[in-house]
């Protein structure tokens, strides 16, 4: 079967822009994460939605960070505006978990942020 | 926090040798997850392990789990130079919706 597809996989911007990845899961796939992972450090959640709808949204910066599951299929998570700190590994993973972690995640490359 | 912490940070072996891996964590689990992590790329799942489960087997790993002391460990035998990535535990947290990842151990396999 298909991975998780994500793209682009490097990005270079400047603080204060804007930016986005997206992410299409393994089909049949309901739930979809988005992780932040900082350079040395262990992936942290940022949204996970069960279809098209936000289960877990709690440590989304929310002030600059939005994410769309429209349709319940792929997703983008946008940054806006960045800041230096944003600089990290965004990974997209998806599972066939209905709620919970039931089931193993499946993992895309990921996004390379960087800020500058 | 409810996130694993793994120990050590850093491990380098010689290629045939065993590498062990432990993971603590703080509250009560479902289950515990495993997943490799080669440099610039994506997480790949390892192995699960249900909170009922002692001790299970994949291949050439070995994964045991102790609720009563939370902790469990990733046993690979026989390394491979192609092992050498950073090993991450997760739990599944009971009664959330979503795994909390360690800080991971970084494994180096010399040839």
């Known amino acids: 079967e298909a991975g998780v597809a994500q793209s682009p996989r490097y990005k270079i911007i400047e603080k204060r822009q804007s930016v986005a990845f997206w992410c299409n899961p393994i089909?049949?796939?309901?739930?979809l994460y988005w992780y932040q992972q900082i350079l040395g450090q262990g992936p942290k959640l940022l949204i996970q939605?069960?279809?098209?709808?936000?289960?877990?949204d709690s440590q989304l910066p929310k002030d600059r960070f939005s994410a769309e599951r429209l349709k319940g299929v792929d997703s983008t998570l946008k940054i806006q505006p960045a800041k230096l700190e944003d600089s990290a590994v965004y990974l997209c993973?998806?599972?066939?978990?209905?709620?919970?972690?039931?089931?193993?995640?499946?993992f895309g490359s990921g996004t390379r942020l960087t800020v500058v | 926090s409810q996130q694993g912490e793994e120990d050590p940070q850093a491990l380098s072996i010689q290629e045939g040798e065993n590498a062990t891996m432990n993971c603590s964590y703080k509250t009560s689990i479902n289950n515990l997850q495993w997943y490799r992590q080669n440099s610039g790329r994506g997480l790949v799942h390892l192995i699960l392990?249900?909170?009922?489960?002692r001790e299970k087997h994949s291949g050439r790993l070995r994964v045991t789990l102790d609720t009563s002391k939370k902790s469990s460990s990733l046993l690979i035998t026989a390394s491979r130079a192609a092992d050498t990535a950073s090993y991450f535990c997760?739990?599944?947290?009971?009664?959330?919706?979503?795994?909390?990842f360690g800080t991971g151990t970084r494994l180096t396999v010399i040839p």
């Open positions: 997760a739990t599944g947290v009971t009664g959330a919706n979503n795994l909390f």
């Open positions: 939605f069960q279809n098209n709808g936000v289960v877990d």
């Open positions: 993973a998806s599972s066939l978990g209905a709620r919970g972690p039931a089931y193993g995640y499946t």
């Open positions: 089909s049949g796939h309901a739930t």
């Open positions: 392990i249900r909170s009922n489960e």
